[in-house]
């Protein structure tokens, strides 16, 4: 059995993902090397290059938190600050960050927590990004009363500190709000596109289809019934020999050839192509890639199947970005000899036990109104696969 053609199209990356808000996925983004310039002049202030010469302990210490802060930084940069485990790479920033502080006792290495903070309120809720970074500042306050600080300037440095981390916290807060607005109205304008390709695509099928019937039903007919009368003509002994007659009739031979060849070309459409309508739920996502295989030549049969699984491609991609983060998506949709199947993988973070929420059981149900069935297994060592079957009855 030959492997039927397929036509693959990719969605290439853009800038990061959307997820991470002010802070990009590439080291060298503007906001980034804000951040690093910003480590650089904290640790040419609190170091002392003398006590590094002597060998001294605590300034050693110091520099390895700094470094350690810095790295942690820079592998969230890499990694994202999705999930548990960048939340816990950002608090381990603020954990050296105090580290840094009781070795070094500068209290500039505070000012780093204000980019801590601009990475957490983007990861955390409210209550817990308040809850955390109000432990980090006691932290930073009793360090400074064990250095003998007085109470007083320990509040008003605090204070100081708190309201540098508070206008980072609402700048990181307000720009993430307005990106997944935007990233929410290009996902919604995408469905629409998606719908519209669908029904410009439902409505060629459907010319398509009125055509080819009309072209036989009445053209086909009549040129039939202009044969009949023709041969009837030719049965004439006056008329047999007569070259009028015997051109029209392999005149009328001839187009009833090339019409029942035009309605053949149009059967040979039937349905409808989701290809063009798939390419527009496929639309660059930035940090993410999107690879389409789709048959090349495949058809669905009828509106509902197509918008069936439109409407499963448009959820299973919407779920693998929103739950699973996935950075790689890839749909493949193919006839086999059950019928179709539209399957759909990522390499997002798979839960060990799947809850079908409302967008799983309405997948469920509009295949199930067609005659189709949901597959969803875990594709170890991560990622998620996501399978759509309609069978064929004929199959």
């Not at 993410?288 to 009828?302: Q, T, Y």
Request: neutral net charge; glycine residues 10%; proline residues 4%.
């Amino acid at each position: 059995m030959t492997t039927p053609a397929l036509h693959r199209e990719t969605a290439t990356p853009a800038d990061g993902p959307l997820a991470t808000g002010l802070f990009s996925t590439h080291l060298l983004s503007a906001l980034n090397i804000a951040a690093y310039v910003t480590w650089l002049a904290i640790a040419f202030a609190v170091l002392e290059p003398d006590k590094l010469a002597t060998g001294n302990l605590r300034e050693w210490l110091g520099a390895a938190c700094l470094l350690g802060i810095l790295a942690l930084y820079m592998s969230c940069a890499l990694a994202g600050r999705d999930g548990r485990n960048g939340i816990l790479r950002v608090l381990g920033q603020g954990a050296l960050i105090l580290a840094a502080e009781a070795l070094l006792g500068s209290g500039q290495n505070s000012v780093l927590l204000i980019i801590v903070a601009g990475q957490l309120v983007l990861m955390l809720p409210l209550r817990a990004f308040v809850v955390v970074m109000l432990a980090f500042n006691a932290g930073l306050a009793l360090i400074w009363l064990e250095r003998g600080v007085p109470p007083g300037s320990t509040l008003i440095s605090l204070a100081q500190i708190g309201a540098f981390q508070a206008f980072a916290a609402l700048t990181g807060h307000y720009a993430g709000s307005r990106e997944q607005a935007r990233e929410h109205l290009a996902q919604v304008n995408a469905e629409l596109m998606a719908t519209r390709r669908l029904l410009e695509e439902s409505a060629r099928a459907g010319e398509r289809l009125k055509l080819s019937r009309e072209l036989h039903d009445v053209a086909g007919h009549s040129l039939t019934a202009l044969k009949l009368n023709l041969a009837r003509l030719a049965r004439d002994p006056a008329l047999a020999k007569r070259e009028e007659i015997v051109l029209s009739a392999q005149l009328a031979d001839d187009l009833l050839a090339q019409i029942r060849q035009v309605v053949g070309a149009l059967r040979a459409h039937d349905g409808l192509d989701l290809r063009a309508a798939l390419q527009a739920l496929g639309r660059p996502v930035p940090g993410v890639r999107i690879d389409m295989d789709i048959e090349d030549g495949l058809r669905v049969d009828d509106i509902d199947q197509a918008e069936t699984l439109l409407r499963c491609a448009q959820e299973a991609i919407t779920n693998a970005l929103r739950h699973g983060r996935a950075r790689h998506i890839r749909l493949r949709l193919q006839r086999d000899a059950a019928g179709l199947a539209l399957t759909i993988d990522n390499d997002g973070l798979a839960p060990s036990r799947v809850d079908e929420g409302n967008g799983l059981t309405g997948m469920r149900e509009r295949l199930g109104a067609i005659g189709g069935r949901l597959e969803i297994e875990a594709t170890p060592p991560r990622g998620l696969r996501v399978v759509a079957r309609i069978e064929d009855p004929q199959a």
